[in-house]
């Protein structure tokens, strides 16, 4: 049988011997015959966040996209990024057969460094501890997508040992991620140089992630199956044990002194904000196109053109300002209507996201952290990626109190303290106490356009139900849109549709009518060479992948 190319042995010794994330690191290449130092250790794991580094835009692609609130101008319609804002995804859509080859190729890398810090007799016995404490996470963390995303997947814990093509029960993949995290929370140190290199709070803010998910009761196979071809959400049920452990992890994080959130919302952005504490928990490096395996496309797919009215951007909000309330800056952070271009010079002007030239654009991919900032950035794409923050944390362990159903006080304070960091230090916007819906509203509050809601969707067995419910309410859902040429008045200006807010009509009457249960998963894809990788079943719903 055909092993997949993301365990070929030269594949992956050539990428992980020329590469080190590390702008400064000066590592040279390795013999794999010989042992290795702590700086090779650690440029073997670097090497394992490459194929990783790929995927910060593709996240927002296959994560954001294909929910209720964001579409996509990313190529024509019939191109995988449009596909998927309609949620018509198959086998072969770019996104999930970049994604899940990604990971295990990432993967195949990081156990092929685990191999060699093992075998090497030239570690120092901390060098060691903190490389194989390296490694583990970034495995963790990387299964921990997999698990989500595709439900039973392939454990390969050594590139010579397991089969790439079996499919191992859910609770049997989590177990092994939380494995691996505990592990790397030993060896790893409190203290970093950056959160760009995982610590002891990283990993125990992502087991609280992990724990949290394993403890909504992940969906098997089989009851993805039960509902794959209708409109019905599962029912929902908790695992008390695996929430009490997310609280415990949580606490493990909220009770450090090395992390809390910042003052200020709006300065977790933009170059100027990359990858600093004590909110930022784990970021992902990035250096710009042609430096890191691809740059952070996430700044490039928030704006694209942003002084061209006729270039839409990649990702857009569709939803417009129907989330916040009016008097949420968070609202006017998140979803952007204006850019100043040569802000403070004699040709200053500003270009406006609204009726009818385009919709807002997602405001945390458009750096404002220096002046004039906003397109410089999106074309570099150098921005690190925040992986894990703070806050995140705080509303696990809030979620976890609320579905255990114990102690609400605690609970409220939490999601209390984000929304008064939210509305500026103003705390009469606070709740005296919080019900499930509070803290998912706030967790899209916060966290809108950070990859974030199909899997907040997902775990809480509501995508169906929220997609039915909320897509109609917005703007271009009306029909009044579908005609390009249909004159409408919208805020008080009459104006030609236009094949802009026509596409946006198109791609949430898509949503509406094609969600369904096996959108719970995504389909496995094809190999990265467009070849049957041979794992089977499929994902109820989904055509079985046939080589290309």
Known sequence: MYKPSFFETILVLLVV?????????NVSVIN???????????????????????????????????????????????????WAARIDIDYDNL????????LYRAIGLLNDALDKINLSDELTENGRAVAIGRAKFARGLFYSHLVKLWGEVPIILDNDVGSPTERKPIDEVYAQIVKDLTDAEAGLPEVVSTPALPSKGAANALLARVYLTWGN?????????????????????YNSERLQKAIEYADKVINSPLYDLIPDFRNLWGFANESTGPEQIFTIRHDGD??????????????????????????????SYDWWTDDDPRKAFSILDSIVENR?????????????????????????????????????????????????????????????????????????????????????????SVTLKDVQDEWEFELQYEQHR?????????????????????????????????????????HRVGSTFARYHNHL????????????????????????????????????????
Request: net charge negative; charged share 20%; hydrophobic share 30%.
């Open 17 to 25: 011997f020329g590469f080190s994330a590390c702008k400064d690191d």
């Open 32 to 82: 794999p015959g010989f042992s290795v130092t702590d700086a090779q250790a650690n440029a073997l794991i670097d090497a394992a966040y490459r194929p990783y580094q790929t995927l910060s835009s593709t996240f927002t692609s296959l994560i954001d996209t294909p929910t209720d609130g964001f579409t996509s101008f990313l190529g024509n319609e019939e191109e995988a990024c449009t």
């Open 95 to 102: 996104y999930p057969r970049k994604t899940f080859n990604a």
């Open 217 to 237: 009761n992940p969906l098997s196979l089989a009851q993805v199956e039960a509902i794959a071809s209708g409109k019905t959400d599962p029912q929902v049920s």
């Open 290 to 319: 042609g430096i890191d395996e691809q740059g952070n496309h996430q700044n490039h797919c928030a704006t694209h053109a942003p002084y061209n009215p006729l270039e839409p951007a990649h990702i857009q909000p569709v939803h």
């Open 344 to 432: 403070g010079k004699p040709d200053q002007k500003v270009h406006y996201f609204r009726w009818p030239n385009q919709s807002q654009l997602n405001g945390k991919g458009v750096d404002r952290s220096y002046p004039d900032a906003e397109y410089l950035t999106q074309l570099k794409n150098h921005v690190d990626r925040i992986e894990i923050r703070y806050a995140e944390v705080l509303l696990t362990k809030a979620e976890a109190l609320v579905q255990l159903n114990t102690n609400n006080p605690e609970a409220t304070r939490l999601i209390n303290l984000i929304r008064t960091r939210g509305f500026d230090g103003d705390a009469s916007h606070n709740l005296t």
């Open 454 to 494: 199909w899997y907040n969707l997902t775990r809480w067995k509501i995508l169906i139900s929220t997609v039915i419910t909320l897509t109609p309410t917005y703007t271009y859902y009306d029909e009044k849109f579908a005609n390009p040429d249909n004159v409408v008045t919208l805020n008080g200006i009459e």
């Open 509 to 548: 009457r898509g949503k509406y009518n094609n969600i369904g249960g096996k959108h719970y998963r995504f389909p496995i894809p094809q190999g990265a060479s467009f070849q049957d990788l041979g794992i089977r079943p499929q994902n109820p719903g989904y055509s079985e992948p046939v080589a290309r």
